[in-house]
């Protein structure tokens, strides 16, 4: 009898995991965790690199508004995509100067409200803990997670932590603000990722309007809450740079500095950080190429979604701008 309502039990058991797993397929496809254990993947490859080879850091856009895979078909190597979405790219210039030996070309993304910050920012410390110790401190349990759930983690809808999990649904349900006190931000999915971290806009994303709106509206919270005064540590955060970027290049390797297209609040607030006393001075102070989408009729004129990020389409045209200049400019072959 107790062997009956243990089998009935499990019957039950797997009849709702179905339904649920049908039900998330019905609206969205599975997809990789874009986590740490999938960031120390990559990280792990690192050693294995030569100086012919490219890796990608930054914050979203580095991310986001380069193809990997396009540029592997391009030049016959894969980009190692290191960059992290919402995060100051100094903390992960610093583990690959200090802790590996890669000499090859390093793509930097400057996304401005984040690159230019210190490396005791909050954001920063945030950084090297989510990625860098991680990296460095990740256990054997966590190591077998990841090897044991890597196999599930594109194929069933219901296990993406992020968006489908029973904790994550939960933790989304909307309740109205009340007097000065709201509640979590709803982030519309914009992005699918593969096991390399390559990035890509969902096909969804890319023609709702309503997304598109959504995020829009983050974008503009973002920039008309309290903001950060650069000013303040300038020198500190383009020193940084400047000292961990020689060290880079006394053994060889190359650095150039990538600022894609924004259009929106992003442009009309982009004199809040001059590109004088930034980005002109960053290149200057790093003796570093450089690729503004100011400077290039060819990219100039994109229009993403949401402001911020390359549909696919516009994804694969500056990764096809990029490959060329580079090549053109010698920084990787033909």
Known sequence: MKYTNLLFALL????LLVGYELYFRSIDNPRYDDNEDLWADQRRRLDDLDEDDVVVIGSSRAHQDINIHLWDSLTGRRPLQLALPGSPPYPILEDIVDNSQYNGLLIIGVAPGLFFMPANHPQSLEVYQKSVDYYN????????????????????AYVNNEDYSLRSLLESIQFGNRDSVR????WPHMIDVDEYRNSSMT?????????QNMQKNIWSMFAN??????????????DQYVRKIKIFKDRGGKVVFIRPTVTGIYYENRNMIPREKYWDELLKR????????????EIKDFDPPEWSHFNKKERDLFTQFLVRKLQEDGLIKD
Do not use: C, M, W
């Not at 401190?137 to 069933?156: E, G, M, R, V, W």
């Open 203 to 211: 096909d969804q994303f890319e023609v709702d309007t309503v997304l």
């Open 137 to 156: 401190k990740q256990t054997y349990a966590q190591k077998l997670n990841h090897i044991l759930y890597k196999p599930f983690d594109h194929k069933l």
């Open 12 to 15: 039950i058991g797997f009849i």
């Open 286 to 297: 790093t003796e570093s190429r450089g690729y503004h989408f100011l400077d290039h009729e």
């Open 225 to 238: 809450g309290p903001q950060y005064n650069y000013d303040s540590t300038r020198e500190e955060a383009i």
């Open 183 to 186: 509640g979590p931000l709803e």
